[in-house]
C-alpha cells in the first residue's frame, strides 16, 4: 500500500508535525537535476495535450469529466462542471496547456485520464510563496486500476517543477498523504420538494412535506441596505478587504487584483459577487458565490441540481449571517435547488441561524512537498473551484 505516494514528499498519515515547523519536505532543484522527458505510461496509453480555448475540445473534456468525476458516496449524484465553468477554472491568470496533462488510450484516441494545474500564491502560517493549485484529477472508469492517477500525478509536479515551482495545494474527499486539513460540507437546503423527490435528503421526522417548505422558506427580496451585485469600479475596494480577512488564516491565497477580478467579477450561471455601499458610498462588505450542476444519477423526472457554493467574502460592518442570508435569497432568485458551504472560514458562525445541515461529504486540503501541523477548518481561507 502507498508505494507511490512513499516515493513523493508528503507527509505520511499518522505523523503529527511539531508546531512551528513550516517549510518544504524536498529543496527546491536546479533545472538541470530534473527529469526532463516525461514517464513512461503502461502500454496502450500515450501522453496527449488538450487546448481548451477551442470549443470542440473544451467539449470532450467536458464530457469525459461529466462521465467520470467525482460522484458522493453512494453514487447517487456526480459533479457536472459546465463548459463555461470549466473554462473559466482552467483559464485562471498565468495559466498555460502545458498544464493541462492529458492521457489518451492510444488505439481509440479517447481521453483515459486528465490533471490540471494554475500558479497562484499562498500563504501557509506565517509564510508565503508561488505554488500551483491542481485540480480535476480524473481516471475514466473504464480505465481504473491501471496505476494511471500516479503517472498523472507525477507528471503534472515534473512540469511544474521545470517551471520553478515545487509546491502545491488541492484538495480530495479521499484521505490520501499530505493531507494539512478537513473540512466538512454543509448544505442550506432550497427547493425541497426536489431535494427530497432525488434523495439529497430526507424528511425530517415528525414533519410533513408542508411544514419543510415552509420552514426553508426564503423572503423574495435582500435586507440588507445597500447590498447590490458588484461592479468593475468595486473590485480594489472588494479586494482590500478580502485581502485584510483572508490574512487571518493559516492557509489562503494572497490574490493580485487580476487575479482577484478574474475569480470574482460577475459571470452569469458562473459566479455572482455582492457588495453592500453605504449611504456615503462606502463599500464596507463583499461576498461571492458560484454555480456548479451536479447530474442525479438514475432518476425519472430529475436529471440535474443546481447548485450554489459559498466562495470567498468579506464582512467589516455587516453581520455575516445578514450577509450570507441576502446570498441565499439571490441564488433562489437565480434557480438554486440547494446552496453549500464548507466549515471554512467563519461560516460556522452562520450555519445554524440560516438552517444549513451537516452533509455526508469531507473535503480534505492537501500541500504538496510541504510539512505543518495540521490547520483546523475555521483557520483554512482557500477555496478551490
Ligand atoms: O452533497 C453531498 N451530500 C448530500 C447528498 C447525500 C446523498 C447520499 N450520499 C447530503 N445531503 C443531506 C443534507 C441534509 C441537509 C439538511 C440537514 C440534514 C442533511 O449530505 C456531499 C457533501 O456533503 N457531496 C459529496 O459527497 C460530493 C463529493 C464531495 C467531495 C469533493 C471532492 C472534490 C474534488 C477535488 O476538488
Sequence with gaps: EW????????????????????GPIEENKHIEQLKQEPYELPDGFSW???????????????????????EDNDNMFRFDYSMPLLQWALCSPGWTPKWHVVIRHTESREIAGFYSAAPIKIKVYDKELPMIE?????????????????????????????????????????????????????????????LLSVGFTQLGRRMTLQMM??????????????FREMRESDIPKALTLLTQYL?????????TQEEFQYLCQNRPNIVRSFVVEQ??????????????????????????????YL?????????????????????????????NALDVMDNRKFFRQLKFGEGDGILNYYIYNW?????????????LL
Design 213 to 226: 417548505k415552509e420552514m426553508y422558506q426564503l423572503p423574495k427580496t435582500t435586507r440588507v441596505r445597500g
Design 48 to 70: 496527449s495535450e488538450i487546448n481548451v480555448s477551442h470549443d470542440e475540445q473544451l467539449k470532450e473534456l467536458y464530457t469525459f469529466l461529466n462521465e467520470n468525476y467525482v
Design 279 to 308: 449611504e456615503n458610498g462606502e463599500i464596507t462588505d463583499f461576498v461571492s458565490y458560484y454555480h456548479l450542476l451536479t447530474t442525479v444519477l438514475n432518476h425519472q423526472q430529475h436529471k440535474t441540481l443546481n447548485i450554489c
Design 311 to 339: 466562495y470567498y467574502y468579506a464582512a467589516s460592518r455587516t453581520s455575516l449571517s445578514d450577509l450570507i442570508n441576502d446570498c441565499l435569497v439571490e441564488a433562489h432568485k437565480s434557480d438554486c435547488d440547494v446552496f
Design 371 to 383: 510539512q505543518c501541523p495540521r490547520i483546523n477548518s475555521e483557520k483554512i481561507g482557500l477555496l
Design 134 to 194: 491542481s485540480n480535476f484529477l480524473c481516471v475514466h472508469k473504464n480505465f481504473r486500476l491501471r496505476r494511471l492517477t500516479p503517472k498523472l500525478i507525477a507528471e503534472l509536479y515534473r512540469r511544474v517543477n521545470l517551471s520553478g515551482i515545487f509546491q502545491g495545494v488541492n484538495t480530495a474527499g479521499v484521505l490520501l498523504p499530505g493531507v494539512v486539513g478537513k473540512c466538512l460540507y454543509w448544505h442550506r437546503l432550497i427547493n425541497v420538494e426536489k
Design 3 to 22: 508505494k507511490f505516494w512513499r516515493t513523493q514528499p508528503v507527509t505520511p498519515l499518522g505523523i503529527k508535525v511539531a508546531k512551528g515547523k513550516n
Design 247 to 255: 490574512k487571518t488564516f493559516d492557509l489562503s491565497p494572497v490574490l
